[in-house]
């Protein structure tokens, strides 16, 4: 079963993109992207809001944590009510919601204040990925599936290039406030590109049929692999992730204008990975994810050894090289992941997209909050350890479980 609305799709070696196509993607590209830079705010804004709102960096940063954790509350529940709605009325709701609460974030007295708005849009953030790729996987065929999810993801590379350089420079030479007042703006705009170029795209046949009749997503055995790996490289990823102007400053060195540029630089990195590995999302996924997770073993490990030697300013390339390297090889591990889960169950991939969703925001969670805690009690040191130990231990899944990792061309 295919992925697209017309049976009689076009063959792979015979589909060529069409302007009003590649016009859709990049609308889904930049929605993600700006969801992605809001999501992430707290990140590269974290020593404005600290010094703002008078509270450690430490507490921002579980503002991640707590957004985190509302979505995997609500995200698998949302997307079997809204599963027979339109699915461009689904994503408008999720970019309404976003809109509204960085409009409230912006105006935030306070820490308490700030992660309450953020809960409107923690709210939808699950849903808004679990419906985004499949939206974009809708509008392709099959056999280009990957391909369409690599253009989906885009936005959130490029939301690491510019958008989260971007929010840590203008929070320090404007504040956080107007940074989040932008976003806002940001947000109502793309809201209004959604409704004008995406098609209606009314739920299938399966997602119309009875709920009861629908084999629970938790007896996919390949969904469970890849969403237990998942949980496990997204935990590693944000325990270090959380607290990365903290490593750029602390480990690498950088400071002020130094640090947008480096974050920048990670951005760019993983961005021109995804251009790269696209056609491997389709074609050669396992080998992909292989490689990626023996880039990040080494960068992170790098990023260890450097933060116990502290070998500055003779150090200063080898961090530099380990951040690069680091934003190269996450910013594929979602679409490679995303397209993977999406494969195990073809008729249903909003509820596919769900449960690995709900798996990565648990990983965000767990990440964000074992990192606070290692940053504060312990020190620097010890959040790149564990990132390194988990990658290494994500790599040893992929290895043991190759088979959850099926190619098109499988």
Not at 72 to 80: A, D, F, G, K, S
Not at 149 to 172: D, E, F, H, K, R
Not at 174 to 199: D, E, F, K, S
Request: charge should be positive.
């Amino acid at each position: 079963m295919t992925l697209v609305d017309d049976p009689h799709a076009v063959p792979a070696q015979r589909y060529r993109w069409t302007p009003r196509v590649v016009g859709q993607l990049s609308v889904l590209a930049v929605a993600a992207y700006v969801y992605v830079v809001a999501e992430m705010a707290p990140i590269g804004a974290m020593p404005a809001i600290a010094a703002d709102l008078h509270v450690d960096e430490a507490h921002v940063g579980l503002l991640t944590a707590a957004y985190a954790f509302v979505s995997i509350l609500v995200t698998v529940p949302l997307v079997r009510w809204t599963a027979g709605w339109p699915k461009r009325r689904v994503f408008l709701l999720t970019l309404m919601c976003l809109t509204l609460a960085q409009a409230l974030s912006a105006l935030a007295p306070g820490l308490g204040w700030l992660a309450a708005s953020r809960v409107l849009c923690a709210v939808t953030h699950g849903l808004m990925w679990s419906i985004i790729v499949p939206i974009g996987a809708r509008l392709v065929p099959a056999t280009h599936t990957g391909r369409a999810t690599t253009a989906v993801y885009l936005g959130s590379a490029a939301a690491l290039v510019i958008g989260n350089p971007l929010t840590n420079a203008m929070s320090q030479a404007w504040g956080w406030r107007p940074t989040v007042a932008l976003m806002a703006v940001a947000a109502g705009v793309i809201t209004l590109l959604a409704w004008n170029v995406l098609p209606a795209l009314p739920a299938t046949a399966a997602e119309m049929a009875p709920i009861v009749r629908k084999p629970p997503p938790y007896r996919n055995a390949r969904l469970l692999i890849l969403c237990g790996l998942t949980l496990i490289g997204v935990t590693a990823h944000f325990v270090s992730y959380t607290f990365i102007v903290p490593i750029i400053r602390d480990i690498v060195g950088a400071r002020g204008a130094e640090q947008a540029w480096l974050l920048a630089g990670y951005g760019i990195a993983g961005l021109a990975t995804l251009g790269i590995l696209g056609r491997a999302l389709d074609q050669r996924l396992r080998a992909a994810a292989l490689g990626s997770l023996v880039v990040l073993c080494l960068a992170l490990w790098l990023l260890s050894v450097l933060s116990v030697i502290h070998t500055r300013p003779a150090g200063v390339p080898l961090g530099v090289g380990a951040i690069v390297l680091w934003g190269a090889s996450a910013a594929v591990l979602p679409p490679m992941l995303q397209s993977a889960a999406i494969r195990t169950a073809p008729a249903e991939p909003e509820q596919a997209s769900a449960l690995y969703v709900t798996a990565f925001q648990i990983g965000i969670l767990a990440g964000s909050v074992a990192g606070g805690l290692l940053y504060e009690h312990i020190g620097v040191v010890a959040v790149v350890s564990t990132t390194a130990v988990l990658f290494a231990v994500t790599l040893l899944g992929v290895l043991a479980r190759g088979d959850a990792f099926l190619s098109t061309a499988s």
